[in-house]
């Protein structure tokens, strides 16, 4: 057996409840590779996992539900940003397995804009019926939490809270899977992926990813670009201890080498959801070159990291990179008001 169908043979032993449409498409982006120069372009559309307009988070909760289920609970508790694609799709997951959900939104990105405040991933998690809560100005996320269960038990609910983006070893086996699912459509297609490129925010999918390219044993660059955390060092180490219990997960024992642990942080920009020049130069790219839409959050942001790689000339002609598309496009819509596109 090979490597990747060896970690595809242990994923199918751990439990997994069905919410994304797999595998997503592994598109060429001819159009871009010809208009940068240099190696050739990719994009895993992991923005068409399916459930409620799609994204990276529906992977992790396909392994995050069954650990629920199993708890004996009934309703889900999450938080997150206003415009939060992790609490979308953490209700969307909710309402598949017949769950309720109970979430908490605070507008720490700030923005005040009738959009950011009502359109986007906002008014989904309402149209999905969760109930929702609003984080208080003193309130931290934590207390946000434990007032959220302490009520939904109030109410006779048996609450259970998803981590902030599902980035626990046990969600990142989504992000593990995506990695081997990867590897067998590249090798479909006859390359080697020299590097892979993505948003990172809360971690777990760099951390899947890397467990994943660990466990296959590819040589793959997993490169995560810093869209969130404005302290890098921190969120390093967030991600090397996840994927190390992933990897324990699928019964691996690869170690973790620091040059496997890669983050640029040069994207962030004044901070989570602010707007960059480089952003919106990517968005357009994408959008006017590939009619693929990227969001301004995460994905624009990550696109516009591998542009400058590219401008570098960080790598050769002949090789071959993979952005991973991780969703978000439902926010754009948020930005409404906010951007003049
Ligand atoms: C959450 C999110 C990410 C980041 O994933 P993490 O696992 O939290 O690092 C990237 N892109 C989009 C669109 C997201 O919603």
Redesign the pocket.
């Given at each position: 057996m090979n490597s990747d169908r060896s970690v595809l043979h242990r994923l199918d032993q751990i439990d997994r409840f069905p919410l994304c449409h797999l595998p997503t498409p592994l598109q060429p982006l001819d159009r871009l590779s010809a208009t940068l120069g240099g190696p050739r372009l990719w994009i895993k559309r992991d923005?068409c996992t399916g459930l409620s307009l799609g994204?990276?988070?529906s992977r992790?909760m396909e392994y995050v539900i069954p650990e629920v289920i199993a708890s004996g609970a009934d309703t889900l508790v999450t938080i997150g940003a206003l415009q939060?694609?992790?609490v979308r799709q953490t209700i969307a997951a909710g309402v598949r397995s017949g769950m309720e959900s109970w979430v908490v939104l605070g507008n720490w990105v700030g923005h005040e804009h009738a959009s950011y405040l009502r359109s986007g991933n906002r008014l989904l998690d309402e149209v999905l019926g969760a109930r929702i809560f609003t984080a208080g100005d003193d309130e931290t996320p934590d207390d946000a939490l434990s007032r959220v269960c302490d009520a939904a038990i109030a109410a006779g609910r048996k609450p259970s809270i998803v981590a902030l983006?599902?980035?626990t070893p046990v969600g990142a086996l989504g992000?593990a899977h995506s990695a081997v699912e990867l590897l067998q459509q590249c090798e479909a297609e006859g390359f080697k992926p020299a590097a892979v490129y993505?948003?990172?925010?809360?971690?777990?999918?760099?951390a899947g990813l890397l467990a994943g390219m660990l466990a296959a044993k590819a040589r793959t660059i997993v490169q995560?670009i810093s869209?969130?955390n404005a302290n890098g060092q921190e969120l390093l180490g967030v991600i090397e201890s996840i994927c190390a219990e992933t990897l324990k997960l699928l019964g691996d024992a690869t170690e973790i080498a620091s040059d496997d642990l890669r983050l640029d942080e040069t994207q962030l920009g004044p901070g989570y959801g602010q707007p960059t020049d480089e952003m919106l130069e990517a968005l357009r790219l994408l959008a006017r070159l590939e009619a693929v839409i990227l969001?301004p959050?995460?994905?624009a942001k990550?696109m516009a990291g591998l542009i400058k790689d590219l401008r570098e000339e960080r790598f050769g002609a002949d090789e071959n990179i993979v952005f991973i598309h991780?969703?978000?496009a439902p926010?754009l819509f948020a930005y409404a008001d906010i951007i003049d596109f």
């Open positions: 923005d994204g990276n988070k992790k939060s694609n992790h983006g599902a980035s992000y993505f948003a990172s925010g809360s971690g777990g999918t760099q995560g869209v969130f969001d959050v995460y994905t990550a991780t969703g978000g926010g």
